[in-house]
């Protein structure tokens, strides 16, 4: 049973070290607001401050609005520019905050390892976003999401998606699913997902690694940190509340970092920031979660599932 609807969202959480691991989407977000309010108060249009710092208007812009590539990291040598250019003053409190949002947001990430730097730019996205996460409320419909995958379903599913494509190396994905749910849900996050229950019944993959896949479901439930519920196809839905899509709605430690939502259209991961979009899909999960079983019902599902399972794959 999960811990998470006991936690306020957004209350400062700590890593396993007891340092506040900050989010570098996060802190892009930040320093982009941080730049942009000096910007407007000093009466500067892009043009006017690139002038005066002798930083391009369009750094200056893709630095006041991240989201427009999100894996782009700030410079810092730029930021400390357009701080002299904007009369900030050096060692002031405001500088070294602002710095400090610049160096945290281009810190390094895991992911550009090389052992993960081919584990796609959909899954790049997942990890920014889920990178020092203290809550990830998570949906899936048909299939188990990454975060969750053991590593044969995982492979078997990016053969079966990319075929002979592009992509027809699977073990760089695979490294990045893996190593996502040890920086999570091994981590310091509380995890709270709602399977649709065709993602339990449904065999996208071969028995044997199927029913491997949802013992290590039952397994990664054993922790506290780990809710898992299971809607049947019948779950009394309320009106507008049925999800389009699978998505993934994340909270931070820091209180003044607001939660983000990513959303799986297939193609790509597409981010959702605006507070009313993602307010809506904190109430859309809280609804899901009433509908569907409790968490001693789902394992107790779960469970039986893979009875079953393994009683045909004996009988194969």
């Known amino acids: 049973m999960s811990t998470l609807d006991a936690v306020p969202t957004g209350i400062i959480r700590t890593g396993k070290e007891g340092r506040l691991t900050p989010n570098p989407l996060a802190r892009q977000r930040r320093l ?3 730049l942009l309010s000096l910007r407007e108060q000093r009466g500067h249009s ?3 401050l690139s002038r005066k710092s002798g930083v391009s208007a369009s750094v200056i812009s893709r630095t006041e609005n991240p989201f427009g590539d999100v894996h782009r990291k700030p410079g810092l040598l730029s930021v400390r520019r357009l701080l002299d250019a904007l009369d900030v003053e050096r060692g002031s409190r405001e500088w070294t905050l602002i710095e400090s949002y610049a160096e945290e947001a281009a810190s390094s990430r895991w992911w550009e390892s090389s052992g993960f730097v081919r584990m796609g730019d959909g899954q790049r996205t997942y990890a920014l976003v889920e990178a020092g996460a203290s809550t990830i409320r998570e949906y899936a419909g048909m299939l188990l999401p990454g975060i969750v995958q053991t ?10 998606v990319t075929g002979d494509g592009p992509v027809a190396d699977p073990d760089p994905i695979v490294r ?13 996050a509380d995890y709270q997902l709602v399977l649709e229950e065709q993602a339990i019944r449904r065999r996208p993959v071969p028995p044997a690694v199927m029913l491997e896949q949802l013992r290590h479901l039952l397994a990664l439930m054993d922790d506290e940190r780990v809710s898992v ?6 779950a009394q839905l309320a009106a507008g509340y049925a999800p389009r899509a699978p998505y993934a709605h994340v909270t931070y430690p820091d209180m003044d970092d607001p939660p983000i939502v990513v959303v799986d259209n297939v193609t790509r991961a597409l981010l ?5 979009e993602v307010s809506g899909y904190a109430q859309l999960h809280h609804r899901l979660r009433e509908a569907a079983l409790s968490d001693a019902d789902s394992a107790a599902y779960i ?5 079953e399972l393994a009683a045909t794959t004996r009988e194969a």
């Open 272 to 276: 959702v920031t605006d507070s009313a």
């Open 176 to 188: 990045g699913r893996q190593e996502r749910q040890r920086q999570t849900i091994g981590g310091v």
């Open 229 to 234: 519920r299971v809607a049947l196809v019948d």
């Open 303 to 307: 469970r039986q599932a893979a009875g």
């Open 32 to 34: 982009g607001l941080a």
């Open 151 to 160: 590593a044969e379903y995982a492979r078997h599913r990016v053969l079966a």
């Open 46 to 48: 892009h043009a006017e």
